[in-house]
């Protein structure tokens, strides 16, 4: 399994990086892939993280979940990207490929017509941007191939959600014991 999570200058730290932590600990192959013109990505709290490689040198073919983080400004410099808009078409309409987007990003995805009559939840500061989706409020929703979370207090269930999907609900439980994960 292969994962590929968009960074952006504004992204939201905790929620980009604690989704990498656990699908890593998946086992799952998880590559940050900055959309900016380097591979240092300034998060929304200020906080440089070096990118594994630049978005263009992904190999998408052998990928099976792409990650959008959110942040306000994270989100609006995705937006800038074409091969985010490119993958988000091409992983929300592919068979066994999964578009994830959690806080402002799902507004990326709805903006493009992707989450169409599909049940879903962003950011409530993001809801006004969801035209079509059927809104949840729920932490994280999943409608088929596409899952999305609320916001950063929603960031651990997203990702073992996205790990249950990926690699299997047992390895999910496996991880939330090893890290002491209580809900």
Known sequence: MKAVVF?????EECEAL???DILRRAGVETVMASVMDRRQVESSRNIKVIADA???DVDFDSADLIVLPGGRLGTENMAKSSIVAEKCRE????????LAAICAAPSLPASMG???GKKATCHPDFEGHMAGAALTGT???VDGNIITGQGLGATFDF?????????????????KKAICYKK
Do not use: H, R
Not at 7 to 11: E, I, P
Not at 91 to 98: E, L, P
Not at 168 to 174: D, F, G
């Open 18 to 20: 604690i989704t990498v």
């Open 7 to 11: 960074l952006a200058d504004g992204f």
């Open 91 to 98: 992983f929300a309409q592919a068979g066994g490929k999964y």
């Open 159 to 175: 990702a073992f959600q996205l790990v249950s999907m990926l690699v299997s609900e047992e390895c999910a439980e496996q991880i």
């Open 139 to 141: 932490g994280v929703a």
């Open 114 to 116: 992707l989450l169409e």
């Open 54 to 56: 630049m978005a263009s």
